[in-house]
Nanobody, 127 residues
C-alpha cells in the first residue's frame, strides 16, 4: 500500500502560479502511475493530469493543457503539479492518486482506476 499527502494549495490571484506536491510513503511510489484530480463544489471529481511510473509519459485534461505540468521525483517519492496562468475556474480541491502499474509507460485517466488517494489540498483562485 501507499499513503499520499498533498501540500502546496492556497489562495492565489488569477494569472498566478502554485506548485502542488504529493508525498508518498509506504510501498515505493516508483511502482505506481500517479494522477492529479480535482473537485469543485457541486461537481464530480475529474481528471487533471497523470504521469507514468517511469515518468516517461504524461497526459493532461484539455482544460489545463499548456498551463499545468506534472512531474515526479522517484528518489524523493514525490509527484508535483506546477500550475501556471491560474483562473477562477481552476478553484477546487486537488487530489493526488496512485495506481499500481506493471508497465513503466502506462498512464490512466479514469478515476476508478486509482486505488489510493490523498486527503486533498484546496486551491482558490480569485479574480
Amino acid at each position: 500500500q501507499v499513503q499520499l499527502v498533498e501540500s502546496g494549495g492556497g489562495l492565489v490571484q488569477a494569472g498566478g502560479s502554485l506548485r502542488l506536491s504529493c508525498a508518498a510513503s509506504g510501498r515505493t511510489s516508483s511502482s505506481y502511475a500517479m494522477g492529479w484530480f480535482r473537485q469543485a463544489p457541486g461537481k464530480a471529481r475529474g481528471f487533471v493530469a497523470v504521469i507514468s511510473r517511469s515518468g516517461s509519459n504524461t497526459r493532461y485534461a484539455d482544460a489545463v493543457k499548456g498551463r499545468f505540468t506534472i512531474s515526479r521525483d522517484n528518489a524523493k517519492n514525490t509527484v508535483y503539479l506546477q500550475m501556471n496562468s491560474l483562473t477562477p475556474e481552476d478553484t477546487a480541491g486537488y487530489y493526488c492518486a496512485a495506481t499500481l502499474s506493471s508497465i513503466g509507460s502506462a498512464i490512466y485517466t479514469g478515476r476508478d482506476r486509482y486505488a489510493y488517494w490523498g486527503q486533498g489540498t484546496q486551491v482558490t483562485v480569485s479574480s
